[in-house]
Antibody, heavy 127, light 108 residues
Framework: EVQVVESGGDLVKPGGSLRLSCAASGFIFSSAWMSWVRQAPGKGLEWVGR??????????DNAAPVKGRFTISRDDSKNTLYLQMNNLKAEDTGVYYC??????????????????WGQGTMVTVSS | EIVLTQSPGTLSLSPGQRGTLSCRAS???????LAWYQQKPGQAPRLLIYGASTRATGIPDRFSGSGSGTDFTLTISRLESEDFAVYYCQQFGNSLWTFGQGTKVEIK
């Protein structure tokens, strides 16, 4: 079964740090471009950032609100994606989803969409 | 960054009615790079449409996508009870991917 499972969400104080993990299974993780998407309570979806596959340079891009504070990394030997969050702020509170495009893994040219989503992990930043 | 603006914010319709949701981009997007998602409370988003107009696996044909350039549309031809949800568009047009703010389709 193709799936991704997030973990690591917790209650943390402003200025603190937290690392989220996303365990993937059922597909060739090393070929996937992995993303994090978050959702503040009662708000819309916000793309946080992405890491490309090693064969595509393993480069990362982050959205402006988290640039310089959040770092995305991957361990292909463990089929795991990470999100290191530093200097957390109240506005970082929300559900964090791990997501990817299976169509890209399967090398479809029209892969631009997220067709695999985890159930999310909750991060609360509060004193 | 490409900004996606969805309208209306809320759409109040009755079952059986047609729903038309708009997504406007701040700059041109290649059609292949526009997707639509449905999200219900407490659930992860579900992919509906990719490439602006192609239905994802298992998506009923009452959902259709269209558009190009900066203007895209998601149409639900005849709303069923399970279609009342929030819908998001998303673009992959440059290195920074973004979502629209969402349109809530509610029961009138």
């Amino acid at each position: 079964e193709v799936q991704v499972v997030e973990s690591g969400g917790d209650l943390v104080k402003p200025g603190g740090s937290l690392r989220l993990s996303c365990a993937a299974s059922g597909f060739i993780f090393s070929s996937a471009w992995m993303s994090w998407v978050r959702q503040a309570p009662g708000k819309g979806l916000e793309w946080v950032g992405r890491i490309k596959s090693k064969s595509d340079g393993e480069t990362t891009d982050n959205a402006a609100p988290v640039k310089g504070r959040f770092t995305i990394s991957r361990d292909d030997s463990k089929n795991t994606l990470y999100l290191q969050m530093n200097n957390l702020k109240a506005e970082d509170t929300g559900v964090y989803y791990c997501t990817t495009s299976l169509r890209k893994v399967l090398r479809y040219f029209d892969w631009h969409a997220f067709d695999i989503w985890g159930q999310g992990t909750m991060v609360t930043v509060s004193s | 960054e490409i900004v996606l603006t969805q309208s209306p914010g809320t759409l109040s319709l009755s079952p059986g009615q047609r729903g038309t949701l708009s997504c406007r981009a701040s700059q041109n997007i290649t059609s292949n790079y526009l997707a639509w998602y449905q999200q219900k409370p407490g659930q992860a988003p579900r992919l509906l449409i990719y490439g602006a107009s192609t239905r994802a696996t298992g998506i009923p044909d009452r959902f259709s996508g269209s558009g190009s350039g900066t203007d895209f549309t998601l149409t639900i031809s005849r709303l069923e009870s399970e279609d009342f949800a929030v819908y998001y568009c998303q673009q992959f047009g440059n290195s920074l991917w973004t979502f629209g703010q969402g349109t809530k389709v509610e029961i009138k």
